[in-house]
């Protein structure tokens, strides 16, 4: 699981090298495991408000794969669409555990929003970014999860087995 975990962060984001995002793992998961239950939950529960939706939204864009796959522009917008209203409901549920009281960005918009005031207020937003979306030209989704390094690794297996076909 490691592995994944630090070959995947080493790929996007490139800031440290894969020894370092095992040591930051590492470090994050020994600091969570001494805290008390409650304490993880209410550390989690902003994080959970601000990661589900989007990618609760990038995966029904993906179950219309068909129709979504050859259009790029439409999961760059949903996330951009979604991504507001998943950080004003993070901040809501962090400001209700670490400040004492519900400070919600959102507020004064909610009730105008369906679904707002259920914690689906960022469903309507990846409807309009999808929308957008599919005004823009077709182009294909690239996925660079398994980034250039599994690619030359890939490479290099490939001229390992012609090579031994060789010799054999």
């Not at 370092?20 to 902003?46: D, M, N």
């Not at 609760?56 to 796959?69: E, G, P, Q, R, Y």
């Not at 400070?103 to 259920?118: A, E």
Request: glycine share 6%.
């Amino acid at each position: 699981m490691f592995y994944i975990l630090r070959n995947y962060s080493h790929n996007l984001f490139g800031l440290f090298s894969e020894k370092g995002w095992l040591i930051i793992y590492t470090l994050s998961s020994a600091f969570l495991s001494v805290q008390g239950l409650s304490s993880v939950i209410k550390t989690s529960i902003p994080f959970i408000y601000f990661t589900y939706p989007i990618t609760i939204a990038l995966v029904i864009v993906t179950l219309f794969n068909s129709i979504t796959k050859e259009r790029v522009w439409v999961y760059r917008f949903v996330a951009i669409f979604v991504l507001p209203f998943a950080f004003a409901d993070c901040f809501k549920y962090f400001s209700i555990f670490y400040l004492d009281g519900a400070i919600d960005i959102l507020g004064f918009v909610r009730d105008y929003i369906p679904f707002g005031n259920s914690d689906f207020s960022w469903f309507v937003p990846m409807l309009v970014g999808a929308a957008i979306g599919f005004c823009f030209p077709k182009q294909p989704v690239v996925t660079y999860l398994l980034g250039d390094k599994e690619k030359h690794r890939r490479a290099r297996k490939q001229q390992a087995e012609d090579e031994f076909e060789d010799v054999v």
